[in-house]
Nanobody, 122 residues
Framework: VQLQASGGGMVQPGGSLTLSCAAF??????VGWFRQAPGKEREGVSC??????????YYADSVKGRFTISRDDAKNTVYLRTNGLKPEDTAVYYC????????????????WGKGTQVTVSS
């Protein structure tokens, strides 16, 4: 599975970005978003399960209420809408796939894409 993350950029605090993760047959997988800031460990951000399993969504406490994950299976794309961005959200964001979101927060995913940089700064 070749994943392509896009949509990163530089925004001011309080701003928004929509990140996209695309891959062929992405509708066969649960998809997670992760991020890694300089000098910090990678952390889980969000995960969305297969549509046939209800498309359940999961969020890290640090982004709950600000970020929204969604999927468009017709376009083989998963989105991460990031609102109310804070400087501490600055990181490289990665998407990854697995058959389920059961162990997503620990980073137990099967395939990883290259990241997209998000920078929040005034």
């Amino acid at each position: 599975v070749q994943l392509q993350a896009s949509g990163g950029g530089m925004v001011q605090p309080g701003g928004s970005l929509t990140l996209s993760c695309a891959a062929f047959n992405l509708d066969y997988y649960s998809v997670g978003w992760f991020r890694q800031a300089p000098g910090k460990e990678r952390e889980g951000v969000s995960c969305i399960s297969l549509s046939k399993n209800g498309g359940s969504t999961y969020y890290a406490d640090s982004v709950k209420g600000r970020f929204t994950i969604s999927r468009d299976d017709a376009k083989n794309t998963v989105y991460l809408r990031t609102n109310g961005l804070k400087p501490e959200d600055t990181a490289v964001y990665y998407c990854a796939t697995a058959l389920g979101c059961g162990s997503w927060y620990s980073g137990s995913m099967d395939y990883w894409g290259k990241g997209t940089q998000v920078t929040v700064s005034s």
